[in-house]
């Protein structure tokens, strides 16, 4: 059984910065695709990034090209979230999920997921 930690999230002002990262124990992180997907109160989950078993990534987020970015060791059983250029509307839960092997941003697809790391985007 594979288990998903996320940590990382907080409180930032607009413009800064946060890495998340989604910690994996049970199987190799690298048997899955992993995604990151987020929820915002009053809205349905949306996928983000997400990274494939070969280190390929897809973004499902216009709003957050260029200033996302997805990576993956598979060394430390972890999938980073890097994200620069906060802006209030990124506020949301954040949640790593792994399917696979290959990437989607159809949440439905991804059989574990983490509980999920609060960001705020706030001044």
């Known amino acids: 059984q594979l288990q998903l930690v996320e940590s990382g999230g907080g409180l930032v002002q607009p413009g800064g910065s946060l890495r998340l990262s989604c910690a994996a124990s049970?199987?190799?992180?690298?048997?899955?695709?992993i995604g990151w997907f987020r929820q915002a109160p009053g809205k349905e989950r949306e996928g983000v990034l997400c990274?494939?078993?070969?280190?390929?990534?897809?973004n499902y987020a216009d709003s957050v090209k260029g200033r996302f970015t997805i990576s993956r060791d598979n060394a430390k059983n972890t999938v980073y979230l890097q994200m620069n250029s906060l802006k209030p509307e990124d506020t949301a839960v954040y949640y790593c999920a792994a399917g696979g092997p290959f990437c989607t941003g159809w949440a439905k697809e991804y059989d574990y997921w983490g509980q999920g790391t609060q960001v705020t985007v706030s001044s």
């Open positions: 049970g199987l190799p992180l690298d048997y899955y695709a």
């Open positions: 990274i494939s078993r070969s280190g390929g990534s897809t």
